[in-house]
């Protein structure tokens, strides 16, 4: 073989074995159940905002007794064993025999949610044998509101097998994913509030500074406008006083003091000015 072609040889290999690689890294993602035409944003929305949970395993240990003891495995949009292209998004473990089944697959997943919860269904798992009249087995994962925690308490609640159809086992945990936006915007009255203070501040700062460094104001006269704070407050303690008073303005006082009409006339009017000069 030429150089050429022995490079051009080494150079397709390389290539093919990068794809490869680019493949298996690529985990595959949740698939909402139906063509990908007929998701709404609010599906997609809900999945991306389950993205910060994807790189998380969760694992809870079930017993029963000697022969019913799983280990169920839990990811978030994700295979638990990408190795095997399963699609397996949550799988049941016999702990005895090793033996592993497929509870849910992520590439037939069913998303919504409310106020503070996420349900997530993961559809299609391997088939019940005598239970649920032999129909695939489905994942229904409740994730509820708890703030400050990325994800806890992964725990099995239920298995619902005993009924003809519509099987489910479910499953619950936190996470503050699953809670609302919280509303950092300021009310009307609080923007007023804030307005009015920060105005006050300035004028009381600025008025200061001018009447100190421009004016040359000294003690009570550098407050800004004294005058005129003076004048209103004097008013308002007359208008205090006008309205709090308790008993008329013109009342008599309780106590009069002696006075020069209750000593009564002199004995003798003073008629000096008729003596002779």
């Known amino acids: 073989m030429s150089p050429p072609c022995h490079t ?4 397709l290999v390389f290539v093919a074995l990068a794809v490869a690689g680019a493949e298996k890294s690529e985990e595959r993602s949740c698939d909402v159940v139906g063509d990908e035409s007929s998701e709404s944003q609010m599906e997609r929305a809900l999945l991306k905002k389950l993205e910060p949970l994807s790189h998380m395993r969760f694992n809870v240990t079930v017993e029963k007794g000697k022969t019913e003891n799983y280990i169920y495995s839990f990811r978030v949009c994700r295979e638990i064993n990408s190795t095997l292209h399963d699609f397996g998004g949550l799988v049941q473990t016999n702990i005895q025999s090793g033996k592993t089944t497929v509870i849910g ?4 997943t069913q998303v919504f949610n409310g106020s503070d919860w996420i349900m ?23 994730i509820s509101c ?13 298995e619902e097998r005993e009924k003809e159809q519509e099987c489910f086992y479910l499953f619950e945990m936190d996470s503050s994913v699953a809670c609302p936006a919280e509303n950092s915007h300021l009310s009307v009255g609080s923007i007023l ?18 009447q100190r460094l421009v004016v040359g ?6 407050i800004p406008h004294f005058a005129f704070w003076q004048d209103l407050g004097n008013l308002v303690a007359d208008g205090c006083d006008f309205v709090c008073r308790s008993k008329p303005r013109n ?10 009409d209750q000593l009564g006339e002199e004995s003798e009017e003073r008629d000096d000015h008729l003596l002779p000069m």
């Open 120 to 142: 997530l269904i993961y559809k299609g798992g391997d088939s019940y044998g005598s239970h649920c009249s032999g129909e695939k087995r489905r994942a229904v994962i409740m």
């Open 193 to 210: 509030l804030i307005t009015f203070v920060s105005l006050i501040a300035v004028y009381i700062i600025g008025g200061f500074l001018y």
């Open 251 to 260: 009342a008599p006082a309780t106590y009069r003091g002696v006075g020069d």
């Open 217 to 222: 104001a000294k003690g009570m006269e550098q």
């Open 8 to 11: 051009s040889a080494l150079l």
């Open 146 to 158: 708890k703030r400050g925690v990325t994800a806890s308490s992964f725990s099995i609640i239920s």
């Open 105 to 108: 697959r992520i590439n037939e």
